[in-house]
């Protein structure tokens, strides 16, 4: 649209572009946009009241998750919550992770619990929507639970943790460290080969953006 209109610069740099310029989609970005519900102009509009009491409320779910007497039923109450509150304030995603909420996060995916793992996923997903966690979110150990799921889990799973995997793939030293770790990259391959629609579509863009560190 940019070029269309007569535009020869680049919208960001402001450098010149080319006389016939090569665009290349990012289909990596285009996934991820497609998995992240726009907040409407009604929602981003409400008072601030209405925020405060979604931090408040963020604060006793995260209480909930990560409690060691919470039962599996409350902890995916928690979960759900979680997920549809992280997935359009970005105040809130912050919260969480600076929380702890993470390592509980973590735990239930390797619970062996498929719905407590789906929603966990879930979360770390829309946890891994600010750029700031991207990093932190494979320090603390995300990659090895991604893997174990893309091998194992339900079709719902693979298809999420592959989506995550392109989220963290967004960074470049992320491309370069799960690229080399074990089973990673073949996980992704072999689901390209034998998923359903949705698990090739999202194992085949986690590639797509993997595959632009040229080690991988």
């Known amino acids: 649209q940019w070029i269309d209109s007569g535009n020869r610069t680049c ?18 970005l285009r996934s ?3 998995n992240f519900a726009h907040v409407s102009p009604k929602e981003s509009s409400r008072p601030r009241t209405h925020q405060e009491h979604s931090q408040s409320q963020s604060q006793a779910l995260i209480s ?14 928690s979960l759900s919550r979680l997920v549809r509150l992280t997935k359009r ?3 809130i995603r912050r919260k969480v992770t600076e929380s702890g909420a993470v390592r509980a ?3 239930c995916v390797d619970s062996g619990n498929q719905v407590l793992q789906e929603k966990s996923l879930s979360l770390l997903l829309n946890l ?21 799921v893309l091998r194992v889990g339900s079709p719902d799973c693979k298809a999420i943790a592959a989506t995550l995997l392109t989220s ?3 960074v470049e030293v992320n491309k370069a460290t799960i690229g080399s770790f074990p089973d990673a990259i073949s996980a992704l391959v072999y689901l390209l080969r034998v998923g359903n629609d949705r698990e090739r ?16």
């Open 105 to 107: 996060a973590l735990d």
């Open 64 to 77: 909930t998750l990560v409690s060691r007497s919470s039962s599996n039923a409350s902890k995916l109450e």
């Open 11 to 28: 919208p960001i740099t402001k450098l010149p572009l080319s006389e016939n310029p090569s665009l290349i989609p990012n289909h990596a």
């Open 89 to 91: 304030d970005s105040l």
């Open 201 to 216: 579509k999202e194992s085949a863009t986690a590639l797509y953006a993997l595959c632009s560190f040229p080690d991988n």
């Open 168 to 170: 963290l793939a967004v």
């Open 128 to 148: 891994s929507l600010e750029d700031d966690n991207k990093v932190g979110l494979v320090a603390d150990g995300v990659i090895r639970r991604i893997v174990a």
């Open 32 to 34: 991820l946009i497609s």
